[in-house]
């Protein structure tokens, strides 16, 4: 590294910030310029944050963190474009950063970056303009989902580029069946995963899309949530923060690969939205988010080696979970009953309560085998239309009960 270079680099010391049950948190140095709303990936060892918005101003900014020396290099081109809640991949060793907004304006624009150059170039334009999307890379195409364009409207379309043409097509057969914005994704082999998200209120399902299959919901978030950072870590998928329904998540959920079984949930000393989140081989990292623009954080979770773990003996191999798609809905939501472990004919009965605590509409039904599907309109026992908001349903099979929060809306 050159002296020239070496002006860019800021180094400075790491502080234990907490121990919590279960994962070990550190302070790291700041981030040269603070910001919400900005990307972060890997690439080549570094940790790239790109864009954002600091005071609600969106930012062409792009720095690097190495977190082998936990320093940071400014020496980094900036992007061609100010923007703020794109989103980022990395492919064929380039990164692309695509859509997002500058000021109130839905962009549909592609930038890649060359590392080797220190370079970043115009790409052909997404076909629709997105806010929030999210992007995964599956099968060497960078498939780009979700979103709102700027009139608020949530984006149900799926777009995939193809290096092979260097061009984006839309890509029906991934199209979704609520638009969402804020979602995190991630590939595996099989298919992709998504997170979350937010429809007139943060979703709590996980969602897997297979060739030939589509989309299907596969598990429940602990906590609904939009924003969060989507990210795996050994053996584990993580959902990291984001925006609840009044305030930051405070915690980290992780999910065993790959039968999304919740694994362990995690408290976080710093709740916060919008922060730019990315994984090494052996930790989590977060940058900046709402009310700490600068702030730094590497979370490593107890029981992460890198390598598949032993299951838990305490950990009963007969299980109830229940899901609802679409979640938030305005007119009606199908619940989705999954029984692990058991096969068997059971009763089944759902109550769903008001905020107040007060049954507001009962069901009961049989199911058989393990997945039963029960198709609900949004009125109350008398066949009346419930008014907007958040309800509990409980789920009972005699000898398990899940339970779930819905929200409709109007």
């Known amino acids: 590294m050159n002296r020239e270079k070496l002006k860019y680099l800021i180094l400075a010391p790491l502080f234990l910030a907490a121990t919590l ?12 310029t603070g910001r919400t709303g900005a990307c972060a990936v890997v690439l080549d060892g570094w940790i790239y944050v ?31 474009e100010k923007r703020a809640n794109a989103t980022a991949v990395v492919l064929d060793d380039k990164i692309y950063v695509i859509g997002g907004h500058e000021e109130d304006e839905a962009s549909g624009e592609v930038e890649r970056y060359n590392p080797a ?13 997105r806010i929030l999307p999210t992007a995964v890379v599956f099968n060497n195409k960078i498939y780009v989902i979700g979103g709102v364009n700027e009139d608020d409207e949530y984006i149900k379309q799926t777009e995939v ?6 061009e984006w097509h839309l890509a029906p057969e991934m199209n979704l069946q609520l638009g969402r914005s804020g979602a995190g994704a991630f590939a595996t082999g099989g298919g ?28 429940q978030l602990q906590t609904a949530r939009s ?17 609840g329904f009044s305030d930051a998540v405070a915690t980290i959920e992780a999910w065993s690969l790959p039968q999304m079984t919740l694994a362990k949930e995690f408290d976080m000393p710093n709740p916060r939205s919008g922060a730019a989140v990315a994984a090494t081989d052996d930790a989590i990292y977060l940058f900046g988010g709402k009310g700490e623009e600068r702030l730094v954080e590497r979370f490593v979770p107890a029981f992460n080696t890198g390598v598949s773990q032993k299951k838990d003996e305490n950990v009963p191999s007969d299980f109830l979970l229940l899901s609802s798609y679409p979640n938030p809905f305005t007119e009606s939501t199908t ?3 999954m029984r692990y472990g058991n096969n068997s004919m059971a009763d089944i009965h759902l109550v769903i309560y008001n905020v107040l605590g007060q049954v507001v509409a009962d069901i009961n039904t049989q199911a058989i085998g393990r997945e039963t599907s ?23 099979d005699g000898g398990h009960i899940a339970q779930q929060k819905i929200m409709i809306g109007r």
């Open 50 to 80: 790109i864009g954002g918005e600091n005071g609600g101003a969106p930012l062409k900014t792009v720095e690097r963190f190495h977190p082998d020396n936990n320093a940071w290099d400014k020496n980094v081109a900036h992007l061609r």
């Open 374 to 396: 029960i198709a609900w309109r949004a009125v109350d026992s008398r066949n009346q239309p419930l008014p907007p908001g958040v309800y509990l349903v409980r789920l009972s």
């Open 192 to 219: 992709v995963f998504l997170v979350g998200g937010l429809y007139r209120g943060p979703i709590n399902t996980i969602d897997f899309y297979s060739p030939g299959q589509g989309w299907r919901t596969v598990a």
């Open 117 to 129: 150059k220190n370079k970043w170039e115009e790409m052909e334009e997404l076909k629709i303009d």
């Open 227 to 243: 924003n969060a950072g989507v990210v795996s870590l050994g053996d584990s998928l993580y959902a990291v923060g984001g925006d």
């Open 21 to 32: 049950a279960g994962g070990e948190w550190q302070t790291m140095p700041d981030m040269p």
């Open 161 to 166: 580029y193809d290096p092979s043409d260097d």
């Open 335 to 337: 619940f989705r009953i």
